[in-house]
């Protein structure tokens, strides 16, 4: 069983960066595939993006292409998401997800989440 747990998220300025954490705990974090999801008030969740266990492959959705990054460290079993230029469709609930075997974005396919974090992007 794997617990993540979100942290970073916070009131920002439209243009401003965030960086978003998972730590990860009760598992062996370098064989999950680790991902970011977001979800606004009144929609569903939403993929953001996803790194594979090793870090070389990443994949995000095209919203966030250009100013989003994920990246991972596995010795601290924390992936992150730096969040640059900031705009107010980006206020949202962000939640971090794992699943074990390859980099996918769909929802439904990832088997652990965390209680995530919230951001909220002023304009």
């Known amino acids: 069983q794997v617990h993540l747990v979100e942290s970073g998220g916070g009131l920002v300025q439209a243009g401003d960066s965030l960086r978003l954490s998972c730590e990860a705990s009760g598992g062996t974090f370098s064989r999950y595939v680790m991902g970011w999801f977001r979800q606004a008030p009144g929609k569903e969740r939403e993929f953001v993006a996803a790194?594979?266990?090793?870090?070389?492959?990443?994949v995000s959705a095209d919203s966030v292409k250009g100013r989003f990054a994920i990246s991972r460290d596995n010795a601290k079993s924390t992936v992150y998401l730096q969040m640059n230029s900031l705009k107010f469709e980006d206020t949202a609930v962000y939640y971090c997800?794992?699943?074990?075997?390859?980099?996918?974005?769909?929802?439904?396919?990832?088997?652990?989440w965390g209680q995530g974090t919230r951001v909220t992007v002023s304009s």
């Open positions: 790194i594979s266990w090793s870090g070389d492959t990443t």
């Open positions: 997800a794992a699943r074990a075997g390859i980099v996918l974005v769909t929802t439904t396919q990832y088997n652990y």
